[in-house]
């Protein structure tokens, strides 16, 4: 088979009998990241911020706030690890850009700064993007900022990028929301940031809260409570931060890349360290030890150096039992493992019966209708599935290889998932699409190669 530069041919991989042992790439986490960037402009003063992820999101973040004036020296800190210097002279002087902010593919950069722009004193700017997040909604932000007075036109098409906010000081309110989505969350308390008095976001169920643990960190006056499945935030402003120093710790959603290969590569183990252990991250890695492998975490703390992010260390191996049990997945869960959903559902292919996932709907919203790509792929491996508007079931039919397939996508979470779908296939398979993979995991081709190839 011939292979172009977008484009990757994997054969099926064999791990010898012998265990084998690798370690996870040191890939760091990408909400953190976005939010580390949003608080170091916003502090007048100079900002560190170590182990940044340089994925293409997270570029488009810090690419936006340097055209408002912010810079970001790189550099290397006393331990030997990348660092942004970050220097600003605080959210209340941003320069107005001259020029639209493009944000490229990310929905957590255009979503996040909507919240914080539109609250500011005498700011104006618009925002933009690729042809995946000018397709995505922003009605669910805009709306209920407008709601506190927000001044936001739609350039082209309504509830979508472009568009354009006029800053105003805004009204606080308690928004009810009928999504559990942790971008539109973070963007109403960015707005509450720079509101005078108490904003309060009730969800429908926990997602992840980064923006919490950070905020309240540093100081600011935020409170969170889980009331049954129902989340609660509220955050008194205006509330500025001070200049600090973070490390970003590693992503649970990119380490899940590689302890979903452990789990259909009965004997490859993955360990990973300082990964994020938050309670609203991990959903992915209570289902794998649902299905019978052994997950294990050691070292948990809370880390300061990580703004108060629960960290610990990751050993994913196979039990004694070499086979996957089926799973449920229901809502409330796949809201603690959103980004893992596509390839939870290849380690599904591999369980004996039959799993079901629940609270699905987002995924159609993501960077790409991701339940139909999930779909299309599963289905061109030979997977019987059967999906409805918001829920998937796969037959899994045990730990032996799908058919080999060919699959071309514009979602870096359904390239990486086919990559290692493909790995465990009857012959070569061909996908398309790998720049894709910048998105949010720079490292991962590298470390699948590596690990393919049997390196560790
Ligand atoms: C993110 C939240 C999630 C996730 C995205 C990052 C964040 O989106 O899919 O990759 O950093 O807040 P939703 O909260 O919209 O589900």
Not at 194 to 218: F, I, N
Not at 297 to 322: F, M
Request: glycine share 8%.
């Amino acid at each position: 088979m011939h292979q172009t530069e977008d484009e990757i041919i994997v054969k099926p991989m064999v791990v010898d009998a012998e265990r084998m042992i690798a370690t996870a790439p040191p890939s760091t986490d990408k909400s953190m990241t976005h939010r580390a960037i949003m608080l170091a402009s916003m502090a007048a003063g100079t900002s560190r911020i170590a182990n940044p992820l340089t994925g293409s999101d997270c570029l488009a973040m810090r690419r936006a706030f340097a055209d408002c004036g912010v810079t970001f020296q790189d550099a290397i800190n006393d331990a030997g690890e990348p660092q942004w210097i970050v220097t600003s002279k605080g959210l209340d002087h941003l320069q107005q850009p001259d020029h639209p902010l493009d944000l490229g593919n990310s929905g957590t950069a255009a979503r996040l700064l909507i919240g914080l722009f539109s609250s500011l004193k005498d700011f104006k700017c618009s925002l933009t993007g690729d042809d995946s997040l000018r397709s995505r909604p922003m009605g669910r932000v805009v709306e209920p900022l407008r709601n506190m007075g927000a001044e936001i036109s739609y350039t082209k098409s309504p509830g979508k990028l472009p568009l354009t906010i006029t800053s105003h000081c805004l009204t606080p309110r308690t928004h009810n929301l009928a999504i559990a989505s942790a971008q539109l969350k973070s963007a109403l308390v960015f707005a509450g940031l720079s509101t005078h008095g108490e904003t309060v976001v009730e969800l429908p169920a926990g997602s992840r809260d980064h923006t919490e643990t950070m905020l309240q960190h540093l100081g600011a006056s935020i409170r969170r409570r889980v009331s049954g499945e129902r989340e609660i935030v509220s955050v008194v402003g205006p509330w500025r931060p001070n200049p600090f120093e973070c490390t970003i710790p590693a992503d649970p959603s990119s380490v899940a890349f590689f302890a979903a290969m452990s789990a259909i590569h009965p004997s490859l183990q993955i360990n990973a360290q300082r990964l994020i252990k938050n309670k609203s991250r991990i959903g992915f890695y209570e289902k794998l030890a649902e299905m019978g492998l052994e997950v294990c975490w050691s070292n948990e703390r809370i880390d300061p150096d990580c703004l108060g992010e629960r960290v610990a260390d990751l050993g994913v191996k196979s039990g004694v039992v070499l086979s996957l049990k089926p799973i449920h997945v229901p809502a409330a869960v796949t809201v603690r493992m959103i980004d893992e959903v596509p390839v939870l559902a290849i380690v599904a292919t591999f369980a004996d019966g039959v799993s079901l996932f629940e609270g699905l709907s987002e995924l159609r919203v993501k960077e790409s209708d991701r339940l139909s790509q999930l779909v299309q792929l599963l289905g061109a491996a030979g997977v019987r599935v059967e999906h409805g508007p918001d829920w998937l079931r796969v037959y899994g039919s045990g730990i032996r290889p799908v058919n080999a397939f060919s699959f071309d996508s514009d979602d870096h979470r359904l390239v990486m998932s086919a990559m290692i779908l493909a790995t465990k296939a009857n012959g070569p398979s061909k996908i398309r699409g790998l720049s894709w993979i910048d998105t949010s995991f720079p490292l991962f081709r590298r470390a699948f190669q590596n690990i393919t190839a049997g390196t560790k």
